[in-house]
């Protein structure tokens, strides 16, 4: 038993520093398709354990198995396969587009690309998403133009956001696509709220609430929990796990609760842990969770446990703070690989194909690419005219903000 005597407070380690050898043994695997599949309308109390283990379809053999499987046709599968790779190039010419000096800032989404693209085809048309900056797989899922994301990027002249908006902070209302906030946080309670606000109008439509395993450290987020328990509000609540803060590991925003999944259980909201590089995992649980919200069987909280092998940012060097091989060493894998092994598998896809479609999507990007740079970049080219800092702030333009513009000749 412990003396009593100074106290002493402690802060949370990571298990390796910069230098060291990478080391997930901490992260439990189960064997794939071992986890069961509840009723949708289970009883939160009654599936505790899915907050602590992992929901997982694809094995080591690129089969799919266990109860999860089977919510994707081939023909479904081959398009998330495509909407990942294409979002993996667009991340990698847009990276490129910044160090040239052509936007000031962007975030890449290497190692992700299965969570943000399988949830988009588990919603339907109307459904809002309250996303982070790390989510643009709902838009190039969704069907969202390259082109458009392009000139946010580069807040040029076409820019549907007129430059008011920090680069890859996108907003697509009709695709479903909230506007981001570089708050962070704040977008947890904004959805609960809109999903109350469905429920409140007899509507049809569902959210879905978007958060990183560091932002759940933030006040917005139990509060989020407060209301969508409270009020059965139908919202998916998804946290990304992808390992890191902007330089700081998760222990310090998940504290000694074991998993960030288990933060639902303390409001009666069923939890759910599922492998975030696995395709198929990922669309069945968002499925799973998406029936409940639509039947008024209340919010699902979910955690995605994944890994951000790029850095945070442009702004960013991972090596500071982590292993440069760490993830090389993450069990849980590269999505498109996973994926693209599992379609082999199935006899719907070959290497040859996979090699043939990743020439098809760099063409249609550099297209796209071009097409929007003719609008202009950060640097040259059009601008978004400074009249457009004054429309379509307020419905109704107050008087001041009308005497600004006079003021500024616009």
């Not at 946290?239 to 992808?242: A, D, K, L, P, Q």
């Not at 609008?375 to 978004?384: A, E, F, Y």
């Given at each position: ?48 354990d ?7 379809v ?5 089969e ?11 023909d ?22 910044q160090?040239?000096g052509?936007?000031?800032?962007y ?25 982070t ?23 040029n ?25 570089g708050n962070?946080?704040?977008?947890f ?13 007899n509507d049809t439509?569902?959210a ?15 509060a ?12 998916v609540?998804n946290?990304?796990?992808?390992q890191w803060?902007i ?7 998940r ?25 198929l995992?990922?669309?069945?649980v ?25 850095a ?12 440069k091989t ?12 996973r ?35 003719q ?11 400074t ?5 379509g702030?307020?419905?109704?333009m ?13």
């Open positions: 038993m412990a003396e009593a005597g100074r106290l002493s407070l402690h802060v949370p380690e990571p298990e390796v520093r910069p230098g060291d050898t990478p080391d997930f043994s901490h992260v439990p695997i189960p064997r794939a398709g071992s986890v069961e599949r509840p009723a949708v309308d289970v009883d939160a109390r009654d599936i505790r899915l907050a602590y283990s992992i929901i997982r694809l094995n080591r053999n690129g799919a198995v266990g109860p999860w499987a089977g919510t994707l046709t081939d479904e599968l081959l398009a998330g396969l495509r909407y990942m790779m294409t979002l993996r190039t667009f991340d990698a010419r847009m990276q490129m587009a160090r040239q052509k936007t000031s800032f975030m890449q989404h290497m190692g992700e690309e299965a969570v943000s693209c399988a949830f988009r085809q588990a919603l339907e048309d109307g459904d809002m998403n309250f996303p900056y790390r989510q643009a797989g709902l838009l190039i899922a969704g069907g969202y133009p390259m082109v458009e994301m392009m000139n946010q990027i580069y807040s002249e076409a820019d549907p956001l007129k430059g008011r908006q920090l680069p890859i902070m996108y907003s697509a209302k009709d695709h479903g696509f909230f506007s981001i906030s962070l946080g704040t977008q309670i904004q959805a609960v709220g809109w999903a109350m606000a469905s429920a409140i109008k439509k569902i879905a609430a978007w958060i990183g395993d560091g932002s759940t450290a933030e006040s917005d987020f139990h989020a929990l407060v209301f969508a328990s409270t009020y059965r509000a139908p919202v609540l946290i990304v796990n992808n803060a330089s700081t590991f998760q222990g310090i925003a504290g000694g609760s074991g998993t960030f999944a288990a933060r639902g259980l303390g409001f009666g909201i069923p939890a759910l842990r599922v492998d975030g590089n696995d395709y995992a990922v669309h069945a968002a499925k799973w969770a998406a029936e409940r919200a639509r039947r008024n069987l209340g919010p699902t909280l979910i955690e995605y446990v994944t890994y951000r092998v790029g945070h940012s442009t702004s960013d060097d991972p090596s500071a703070y982590r292993p760490e993830s090389d060493a993450w069990p849980l894998g590269d999505p498109v690989i994926l693209k092994n599992h379609l082999i598998v199935r006899g719907v896809w070959s290497d040859e194909r996979q090699k043939q479609t990743e020439a098809e999507i760099l063409d249609t990007v550099i297209a796209a690419q071009k097409e929007a740079e609008h202009g970049t950060l640097h040259s080219g059009g601008k978004p005219s009249r457009d800092m004054f429309e702030v307020y419905e109704q107050p008087p001041h903000l009308r005497r600004q513009r006079q003021q500024a000749g616009v």
